[in-house]
C-alpha cells in the first residue's frame, strides 16, 4: 500500500470540509447606512459610525449612522415594539408610530424628524446583525422671534439602506 501524500490529503481535507451545509452570516466589518435628503446621497460605514443597540426591557431597537467624525452630522431610526424582520411605520395622522427618524446637520438650522414613512427590516440574527430598508418625510419646526406660529420645513429622506451589527446593551435600572 502506498503512503498517501500531502497533496491528496489536503484535496479530502478541503472535499469534506467543503461539502458543509453554509449558514449565510452578514459581514459584520461592513456596517453601512446610506439615503438620500431630498436627493442628495449621505451615507456613513464601518461598524465605528454605523451600529445599532436593542433594548430588551423597552422592546426597541435604534440604528444610528454617524455620517462625519465630529458627530455633528447624524441619523437616528428607532423602532418601537420591534419584532425583527417586517415592516414598521410612522404616520402622526393616524397615530401609527412604530418607527421614528431623526436626522441633524450643523448645515441644516434644527433637527428633523419623521412624521410619515416606513422601516423594512430584511435580515435580523437576535444579539449580532440587523440589514433593512428606510425611507420617511422629515420636518423641521423653525421658530422665529415674534412669530408664535412656527414655519414647517419638509425634506425627504428616501432609499434608505442600512446594515449593521448589533450592540449588546446592558439592562436598564429606573
Known sequence: MKPISFSA???LIILTTGSCKKIPVMNNT???????VDGVLKEAKGKQNV?????????????IGNLDATGDQQIALTITNFHGVGEYYADEETNMEDFGGMYTSSELEQSYYS???????TEYTEGKSIKGEFQFDGVAAIFVIGNTNPTEVTKVFSEGKFQTIIIPTPAMTP
Open 115 to 121: 412624521t410619515k414613512g416606513k422601516i423594512k427590516i
Open 30 to 36: 461592513n456596517s453601512i447606512i446610506s439615503f438620500k
Open 9 to 11: 490529503l489536503l484535496l
Open 51 to 63: 451600529f445599532s443597540a436593542y433594548v430588551k426591557e423597552e422592546n426597541a431597537m435604534m440604528i
